[in-house]
């Protein structure tokens, strides 16, 4: 039998569909290796190649997040209006089951290793059912290898990418990643990772991967043990952390010794009223400068997150985030407008207060204002967060934060120039009416 897993593509108008540099959707990648070697599957990623509508799998699965409902919802239709059955998984299909049932003929809710197995036997048995809920969080002990070689390679800046934890600790009000995991913060083996690693990096140069946990150092036992084992494999690495890192010495050492070259940090605002409205619990704004500089210390870059249109926003955080990252010096950073996706807080209380402008999810993309903001219009916090990219992307900005060059200059300096056509390829879109 043929599966056929398929990662939606990204509307035209939103940053994340025009970056140059992708990763592979690795849930994609795990879903393959939970599948039996009875079904011969194949993973496509719209993002690097197009869906053939014309072909005669006997399942398909698409992942949805939420600004890729509609998409996925389209393929859907189309193969299940051929006949073809249709599994639909991921963090939106959990958050609207009943809005996913109606282009599915089953949906998987929750985290899929302990379904997956059933799933498939009842597709195979033509016994499909409407849906399937995970009980618990799935343990992360003797998870499979993710099935890599399934990927098109050259459709990816490149494919090591992995994960060592999942969940986070934190409970910030805006973050879907709590809304899907509950507020769990769930660890791999460290063997188990080094031995992925390992296999992964064999026969390559390239020793270099990405950490996809939501918090690397949410756990920093865990995480101080995984760093050091690490170290012997001389690889060079990125993830995200929380600025609780610099609050442990030990931890931020290890994290530089074992290959950390960068750290997505989630500063969010520079309002330390707005960051307790947000719960934002290891960020302190007074603190944010000397974090900076204690990083940097260590030779590790930062790409820094910051969330427009808060409610204590006005129109000048737009300038004074530009100032504060340019004279910090972060190496680079991205831009969202606060997004109420279904199953947080911000969703539940903007929809009861009647602030949420719409539901078309393809705006859902931390990029569209889809909300009545209450520091100032939508039109004035759509236009500050275009004003916002043009100026960070711009030579001079680039050349403030990265001149003079350190060991990471490279690396992102070319973040930066991809960053910069992303974004201007968005706007073509955006100006185009998508």
């Not at 939970?34 to 698409?62: F, Q, R, Y």
């Not at 998870?143 to 990418?161: C, E």
């Not at 100026?391 to 120039?417: D, T």
Request: charged share 20%.
């Amino acid at each position: 039998m043929k599966l056929l897993l398929i990662a939606p593509r990204w509307p035209e108008h939103s940053l994340w569909g025009q970056i140059v540099f992708r990763f592979p959707v690795l849930s994609l990648t795990t879903l393959a290796a939970l599948t039996d070697g009875s079904w011969e599957t194949t993973i496509l990623d719209e993002n690097v190649a197009p869906v053939d509508m014309d072909a005669h799998p006997d399942l398909v699965g698409i992942s949805v997040m939420t600004a890729l409902a509609p998409r996925a919802y389209a393929i859907a239709d189309h193969f299940r209006a051929r006949g073809i059955p249709v599994v639909l998984g991921g963090i939106h299909p959990t958050m609207r089951p009943d809005e996913a049932r109606e282009h599915a003929d089953a949906v998987v809710i929750g985290e899929a290793e302990q379904l997956w197995p059933t799933v498939l036997s009842d597709a195979a048995d033509g016994a499909l059912q409407p849906c399937y809920q995970a009980q618990g969080y799935a343990d992360l002990t003797c998870l499979p290898i993710p099935r890599r070689d399934l990927l098109a390679p050259k459709g990816y800046f490149f494919t090591n990418t992995l994960q060592t934890t999942r969940g986070c600790p934190f409970d910030c009000e805006f973050c879907s990643v709590t809304a899907f995991h509950g507020r769990t913060y769930r660890v791999r083996p460290v063997p188990e990772v080094v031995d992925e690693i390992t296999k992964m990096m064999h026969g390559k140069k390239r020793r270099f991967l990405f950490f996809v946990d939501d918090n690397i150092v949410g756990k920093p036992d865990y995480a101080k043990a995984l760093f050091k084992a690490l170290i012997p494999l001389k690889i060079a690495w990125l993830s995200q952390a929380s600025l609780s890192i610099v609050k442990d010495p030990e931890l931020l050492r290890l994290a530089q010794e074992s290959g950390c070259r960068g750290l997505f940090i989630g500063f969010e605002s520079l309002s330390q009223e707005t960051l307790k409205a947000m719960r934002k619990a290891p960020n302190t704004a007074a603190s944010f400068a000397d974090a900076i500089t204690t990083i940097h210390d260590h030779g590790i870059g930062i790409q820094g997150s910051f969330i427009f249109g808060y409610d204590h926003d006005t129109p000048d955080v737009f300038g004074e985030v530009l100032d504060f990252i340019e004279t910090q010096r972060l190496e680079a950073a991205i831009f969202s407008v606060l997004t109420p996706f279904p199953g947080t807080r911000v969703f539940d209380q903007m929809q009861a207060d009647g602030r949420i402008l719409h539901t078309d999810w393809s705006k859902y993309d931390m990029n569209h204002v889809v909300y009545q903001p209450k520091g100032m219009s939508p039109e004035r916090l759509q236009e500050g967060l275009h004003w916002a990219y043009r100026r960070l992307y711009g030579g001079r900005s680039i050349f403030k934060r990265m001149i003079p060059p350190n060991r990471n200059f490279l690396f992102f300096l070319i973040q930066n120039l991809g960053f910069r056509r992303a974004w201007q390829q968005a706007l073509k879109g955006w100006n185009h009416g998508a």
